[in-house]
């Protein structure tokens, strides 16, 4: 049976070590914690809608290295199919170097890897899958001309694309707003795309006009624990729909948990209203963010 809710996307291997200070530039410094995680935004969202019972397909690429394989086996744990997950021997997986102090503030280095091999090549031998889903899920881990193409195979098809602009590009191809049924970005993102800095919902609904003008049918902006806006061509009033209050503990991800529930929601329950399905998507991101990763 084909995967209703298909991601185009990245992964990412988290090195993490938690340390008392950030070093200094060459300075060695002993930290007191190390542990490997599963990152990267692509296969973070392709997880949470796997979670939520999405039968759901990963199109990617990682290295013919050790954080490859793994990698490939913990999709394979959380159910994806893991058909379009290529391996190369080109470049090294994926990965996000970070350091966390005590305070919580971070360093982080990414290093996209075999990511950025994606290809065109590997769209077309995935194009029955991408064109048979419910919806097909991009963001801008990978070259963008990718993301862009596998958007418009799915729009071809009378598929749904679900648009996550993160990391957000200022000078983002316009065509990512017409081949976007539903553009879902952040407040960071918003402010890089419009020049609009959102620091309240009326800000938000600033950015989700300027969006539609540029083409988009659906604009959703995230607002952390104040839930989201929504706007669209056919409801231009905009609407917020606040997320539960809760006690937040760590908010990593919280973007991705939303972004797959809402995928997730949109292939198995499309008679569902938008705003009721935000609603769920925020009740899914905002349980997420009231525990520690289980390190
Ligand atoms: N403190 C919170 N309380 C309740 N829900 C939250 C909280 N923070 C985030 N959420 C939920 O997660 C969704 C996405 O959060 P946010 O807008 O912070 O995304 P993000 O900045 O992309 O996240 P991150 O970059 O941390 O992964 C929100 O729309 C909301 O549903």
Same mark, same amino acid.
């Given at each position: 049976?084909? *995967?209703? @809710? +298909? #991601?185009?996307?990245?992964?990412? %291997?988290?090195?993490? /070590? =938690?340390?008392?200070?950030?070093?200094?530039?060459?300075?060695?410094?002993?930290?007191?914690?190390?542990?490997?995680?599963?990152?990267?935004?692509?296969?973070?969202?392709?997880?949470?809608?796997?979670?939520?019972?999405?039968?759901?397909?990963?199109?990617?690429?990682?290295?013919?290295?050790?954080?490859?394989?793994?990698?490939?086996?913990?999709?394979?744990?959380?159910?994806?199919?893991?058909?379009?997950?290529?391996?190369?021997?080109?470049?090294?997986?994926?990965?996000?170097?970070?350091?966390?102090?005590?305070?919580?503030?971070?360093?982080?280095?990414?290093?996209?890897?075999?990511?950025?091999?994606?290809?065109?090549?590997?769209?077309?031998?995935?194009?029955?899958?991408?064109?048979? *889903?419910? @919806? +097909? #899920?991009?963001?801008?881990?990978? %070259?963008?001309?990718? /993301? =862009?193409?596998?958007?418009?195979?799915?729009?071809?098809?009378?598929?749904?694309?679900?648009?996550?602009?993160?990391?957000?590009?200022?000078?983002?191809?316009?065509?990512?707003?017409?081949?976007?049924?539903?553009?879902?970005?952040?407040?960071?993102?918003?402010?890089?795309?419009?020049?609009?800095?959102?620091?309240?919902?009326?800000?938000?609904?600033?950015?989700?006009?300027?969006?539609?003008?540029?083409?988009?049918?659906?604009?959703?902006?995230?607002?952390?624990?104040?839930?989201?806006?929504?706007?669209?061509?056919?409801?231009?009033?905009?609407?917020?729909?606040?997320?539960?209050?809760?006690?937040?503990?760590?908010?990593?991800?919280?973007?991705?948990?939303?972004?797959?529930?809402? *995928?997730?929601?949109?292939?198995?329950?499309?008679?569902?209203?938008?705003?009721?399905?935000?609603?769920?998507?925020?009740?899914?991101?905002?349980?997420?963010?009231?525990?520690?990763?289980?390190?």
């Amino acid at each position: 049976m084909a *995967a209703e @809710v +298909v #991601v185009v996307g990245s992964c990412m %291997t988290d090195l993490v /070590s =938690l340390t008392t200070r950030l070093p200094k530039a060459g300075e060695t410094i002993l930290g007191h914690k190390f542990f490997v995680g599963f990152g990267g935004k692509g296969a973070n969202q392709c997880v949470q809608s796997a979670r939520l019972g999405a039968k759901t397909s990963l199109i990617c690429k990682v290295g013919n290295d050790s954080f490859g394989n793994d990698y490939v086996d913990n999709l394979k744990k959380n159910g994806i199919s893991t058909a379009f997950v290529g391996q190369t021997a080109d470049a090294a997986t994926g990965t996000a170097s970070i350091i966390v102090n005590s305070e919580g503030q971070n360093v982080i280095v990414i290093v996209p890897g075999a990511n950025l091999l994606l290809n065109f090549e590997d769209l077309k031998r995935a194009s029955d899958v991408i064109c048979k *889903a419910k @919806v +097909v #899920v991009c963001q801008l881990e990978i %070259t963008p001309a990718i /993301s =862009l193409e596998a958007l418009k195979m799915a729009r071809a098809s009378g598929v749904k694309t679900l648009f996550n602009p993160a990391p957000a590009l200022a000078d983002l191809d316009p065509q990512f707003y017409t081949y976007s049924d539903i553009f879902c970005c952040n407040e960071t993102e918003a402010e890089i795309l419009t020049g609009i800095p959102v620091g309240n919902l009326e800000d938000a609904e600033k950015v989700g006009r300027m969006l539609l003008e540029r083409g988009c049918k659906l604009v959703i902006v995230t607002l952390g624990a104040e839930g989201c806006m929504m706007i669209s061509g056919e409801e231009p009033i905009p609407k917020h729909v606040p997320a539960g209050k809760v006690r937040a503990v760590d908010t990593t991800g919280a973007g991705d948990s939303f972004v797959g529930a809402l *995928a997730f929601y949109l292939a198995y329950y499309p008679k569902l209203s938008m705003e009721e399905m935000i609603r769920k998507s925020n009740c899914v991101a905002s349980e997420l963010v009231q525990h520690y990763p289980s390190k």
